[in-house]
């Protein structure tokens, strides 16, 4: 093969529950990922050195270092078949940069898939989820996609089952959250308290294995949301502005500081979209829905 692409979606929290920091700095969470219809794709064809490139929404704020997810992956694959990463990297971008979707855990997921089918490496599915996890803490689900419960720091994966389709809308943020701050916004806001230890809601599990978006609205949740606001407090009024909008519910995705409404259906969430767009407290306003599948090779020649 000489041209490989993948196709990766982004990602919502619909419950992030997080636990107190551990000596090594990171925190146990239970995290239940649901993958959702924006994606990123990645293309990588040989060449005389790694090299990155992107194009597309926020394109201008990735990094095409070495630092980039996506070239860590192809490094990690190389380093491990012993042979060098002499690839480009070509990154198309939709997911929001910075935004709490895990659009930089795509491209390297996406990296590393379209690396073993370039190079033949013929690496196992459990191999590659190893790598995925010493990539970053949301990179093993976005190979994975559909759905999931992530404990750990969130790389171990267990697949959850989903009775349906749930529609979301995805308001963008005037500016990115980094996520190590909005962590340690937690650990300052948390300091002196008794953090419980994570645990998944059943009711929410089952309300993602029957499709049920009532009983979804009304048991998502997100520990991090407080430490989101704390640090952008513009996102109080794109909340209310969804949620009057007649969104189900409407939280901050992940570490922010995009934010997601849940929607009754797709009608519903094009409505909320045009009130979201109108109301001046977002940039940009998206609707996907979910679950969708994982890292995905769509061309190959």
């Not at 012993?82 to 659009?103: E, N």
């Not at 407080?226 to 109080?236: C, K, Q, T, V």
């Not at 007649?246 to 901050?252: D, F």
Request: some cysteine; aromatic content about 4%; overall charge negative.
């Amino acid at each position: 093969m000489s041209v490989v692409t993948v196709r990766v979606p982004a990602k919502v929290n619909v419950q992030l529950a997080v636990g107190a920091a551990r000596p090594d700095g990171f925190h146990d969470l239970a995290n239940v990922f649901l993958a959702v219809g924006l994606h990123d794709e990645v293309t990588v064809t040989p060449a005389d050195a790694l090299r990155v490139t992107c194009e597309g929404p926020e394109a201008a704020q990735v990094p095409l270092d070495r630092g980039n997810l996506a070239a860590r992956a192809a490094i990690a694959l190389a380093e491990r078949y012993g042979r060098t990463p002499d690839v480009h990297l070509h990154i198309a971008k939709d997911i929001p940069v910075a935004g709490g979707m895990a659009g930089g855990s795509a491209d390297g997921a996406g990296a590393l898939l379209a690396c073993d089918a370039l190079w033949g490496t013929g690496a196992s599915r459990e191999e590659l989820l190893e790598i995925c996890a010493e990539l970053g803490s949301d990179v093993p689900f976005s190979l994975v996609g559909g759905a999931a419960l992530g404990v750990g720091r969130g790389e171990q994966l267990t697949a959850l089952e989903v009775g349906g389709i749930f529609h979301w809308v995805f308001a963008m943020a005037g500016r990115g959250l980094s996520t190590p701050a909005v962590f340690r916004e937690f650990d300052r806001l948390a300091e002196g308290l008794d953090i419980p230890e994570p645990v998944a809601s059943r009711e929410l599990l089952d309300a993602l294995a029957k499709g049920d978006p009532d009983v979804l609205a009304a048991t998502v949740s997100n520990d991090l949301q407080p430490a989101a606001l704390s640090l952008f407090p513009e996102l109080a009024a794109t909340l209310a502005a969804g949620e009057a909008a007649g969104a189900l519910t409407g939280l901050v995705s992940g570490s922010g500081p995009t934010t997601a409404f849940l929607a009754r259906d797709a009608a519903a969430a094009e409505r909320i979209a045009e009130a979201l767009r109108a109301s001046g407290t977002c940039r940009s306003v998206r609707t996907a829905s979910g679950p969708a599948p994982g890292a995905t090779l769509v061309g190959a020649s």
